[in-house]
């Protein structure tokens, strides 16, 4: 639907119209200014519906809600994957200090979701905040217990070591290790 104001031309209508739809449509659609108003009033007040209106007509997140969120069941899938993860990224901070690479994360929900032991935790806190449980992070250890990244990655002591991520310090990484 395409915003016209009151005093656009008729030219300018059926060029907007045409540009949208690649045909020509007869219908025009004006939409009143003082509801545009009451709309920015709206988001100016409401934080919920200024982020929603960002997330909603976001590229990235239009492909990923095109490509994933097919039926009930797979949006259920999604919000269970951001909650896990979601539980991860806090265990992760609150045990380094620092954030969670993406390949570090995705590495970890992969195995916690391979993983028997972990999977059925996973899933029983899920279950519990879908039935208005609280899914407090704090009362989520039992869960967060499992999640072990010292398999996973380096512990770094002192200055012993330094976050290497790129390909020319992969030697140096190796020469590192052998030393711990």
Not at 2 to 10: A, D, F, V
Not at 105 to 128: C, G, H, I, P, W
Request: aromatic content about 12%.
């Amino acid at each position: 639907m395409e915003l016209i104001s009151s005093n656009s031309n008729n030219t300018l209508s059926k060029k907007l119209c045409k540009k949208k739809n690649k045909k020509m449509n007869n219908n025009l659609t004006i939409i009143n200014p003082k509801i545009i108003k009451q709309g920015e009033n709206i988001l100016n007040k409401n934080d919920f519906f200024k982020k929603l209106m960002n997330l909603m007509n976001s590229g990235e997140f239009k492909d990923f809600y095109d490509s994933y969120f097919n039926d009930w069941s797979d949006i259920e899938t999604i919000i269970f994957y951001i909650k896990l993860y979601k539980t991860i990224a806090y265990e992760y901070k609150t045990r380094f200090n620092e954030e969670i690479n993406d390949e570090l994360m995705s590495y970890m929900l992969y195995n916690v979701m391979s993983n028997e032991q972990t999977r059925k935790l996973a899933l029983e806190k899920f279950r519990d905040f879908k039935e208005h449980k609280s899914i407090d992070m704090e009362k989520n250890k039992d869960f967060r217990y499992l999640l072990d990244f010292s398999k996973y990655s380096i512990v770094r002591t002192t200055s012993q070591l330094t976050y290497l991520n790129n390909n020319d310090n992969i030697s140096k990484l190796d020469e590192l290790l052998k030393k711990i």
